[in-house]
């Protein structure tokens, strides 16, 4: 059974055009210092305008923070597993921290956003587990693309030569281009039911 037929009998189509968005994979990674969770490296995962995939790694948290928050993104959706880590493993202690206004929906953070300086529009984040309470490895199930084996140092410290970093990175790649995916594979469900995705999966209801 595919995803139209699981939810044609729950969701009420629209009557107005159907709206289609694109999404940027986002995820980060981090290390222990002294108790402490600390910016590893973070990355992208996109499709450039002619369909080709680009995935891009910063090991510099500014770096990446003005990767993402330009123009080229404000029509697009910033999307993570598990938005609230990564979001605040990128963002917390930077100058950027207070620029960003937060919804929330009890304790589950729904959506940040980052309005862009002369009127230019606004970066917009999303969770994933805004519509589907899976882990990655679950949505890469969904979606046909296996979550590599995670490292056994994940969170606890640095690589220690170049073997485990390209591991890592690679790693890092697919939980981006899962979560980015996902998005994709939703949204396709939905537009074919007539409907348009929204922040949330109540919210995406058609009613």
Not at 83 to 102: C, E, Q, R
Not at 161 to 176: G, H, Q, R, S, T
Request: glycine share 6%.
């Amino acid at each position: 059974m595919n995803y139209k037929d699981k939810i044609k009998n729950t969701l009420i189509p629209l009557t107005s055009k159907i709206k289609k968005f694109d999404f940027v994979g986002f995820d980060v990674e981090t290390y222990d210092v002294k108790g402490v969770q600390t910016f590893y490296f973070g990355s992208i995962f996109y499709y450039d305008a002619k369909g080709y995939e680009v995935f891009e790694t910063y090991f510099d948290r500014e770096t990446l923070i003005n990767r993402i928050l330009t123009p080229t993104f404000k029509s697009k959706y910033i999307v993570a597993t598990n938005l609230a880590f990564d979001y605040s493993s990128l963002f917390y202690g930077t100058i950027h921290w207070n620029d960003l206004k937060l919804i929330w929906r009890g304790s589950d953070l729904i959506t940040v956003k980052y309005k862009l300086p002369n009127k230019k529009g606004s970066i917009n984040f999303i969770d994933t587990f805004n519509y589907v309470g899976f882990s990655v490895a679950k949505l890469g199930s969904i979606i046909g693309i296996n979550k590599m084996k995670q490292p056994n140092y994940i969170g606890k410290r640095k690589c220690k030569n170049k073997e485990e970093l390209k591991y890592f990175i690679e790693y890092n790649k697919y939980d981006c281009k899962i979560s980015c995916n996902f998005m994709y594979f939703l949204q396709k469900g939905l537009n074919e039911i007539g409907g348009s995705l929204k922040l949330t999966i109540a919210s995406s209801s058609l009613l």
